[in-house]
């Protein structure tokens, strides 16, 4: 991991400092965000020695956080953020202080929610890309499904849903020839897919537009989330 040194004083000159740091934050969700070194551990920083502002980027968007989100916490003008993002600016001491003590303050109250582990359905349901529309058909009458994810060589390709099969339906073609067409050819997109140690909120913003949310480990999936499993909270 990079770092970079030299805040500059109000008068010009320059000075190594290092700030005083929150304590650290759980290293498990840390990881899942892939946070620097430097912002997890409990070891102070090295003398001379500060965090990478190529990671101000990141490590926002990880957290969900809007430029303008950022700045208020920071309290600073999104403008000062929108600098620092595409290196337009060198920043004071204490604006690289309150930016990155906002992003960890950030990351320790994310942490302290619920996680998408404890509310996954383990076991997912799922449909062969290349099987008939007919055999989804019956897969989701079997299991009671409104949709599911479309698998192929074990790994999501799309996704399969009662809309999509009534508005086939609807359009007016033969049925017989509905039930002959393959899955592949009239899936949606894939459900959008979360790590394992995300917090619930971030799934629950994604099930406001999609019907379902995969959950990974390792980039293998391992569970599913729909609005049903939110109620796992209650």
């Known amino acids: 991991m990079a770092f970079v040194a030299g805040l500059h004083d109000v008068d010009g000159t320059s000075r190594n400092m290092v700030p005083s740091w929150p304590r650290p934050i759980g290293q498990s969700y840390a990881m899942v965000l892939k946070i620097p070194a430097g912002i997890c551990t409990a070891c102070p920083f090295p003398v001379r020695m500060m965090p990478d502002l ?18 208020r916490l920071a309290n600073v003008s999104q403008s000062t953020i929108v600098k620092i993002e595409k290196k337009q600016m060198n920043p004071s001491y204490d604006v690289v202080r309150r930016v990155m003590t906002s992003l960890q ?31 989804a058909v019956d897969e989701m009458r079997h299991w009671k499904f409104s949709q599911m994810p479309v698998m192929h060589n074990g790994h999501p390709v799309g996704s399969i849903s009662d809309k999509v099969i009534n508005n086939l339906i609807l359009s007016g073609k033969d049925p017989k020839d509905l039930a002959r067409i393959r899955v592949d050819e009239v899936m949606e997109p894939a459900f959008p897919q979360v790590d394992t140690k995300a917090p619930v909120e971030l799934a629950a913003s994604l099930l406001r537009h999609y019907n379902a949310v995969l959950v990974t480990a390792k980039g293998e999936v391992t569970g599913i989330v729909t609005k049903s499993d939110l109620m796992k909270l209650l």
């Open 54 to 71: 190529e990671e101000v980027p990141r490590l926002r968007k990880a957290l969900g956080l809007t430029q303008t989100a950022l700045a």
């Open 105 to 135: 303050a950030e990351l320790r109250r994310q942490e302290k929610k619920a996680l998408v582990e404890q509310i996954q359905t383990r076991k997912v349901q799922y449909v062969e890309a290349k099987i008939p529309l007919a055999t």
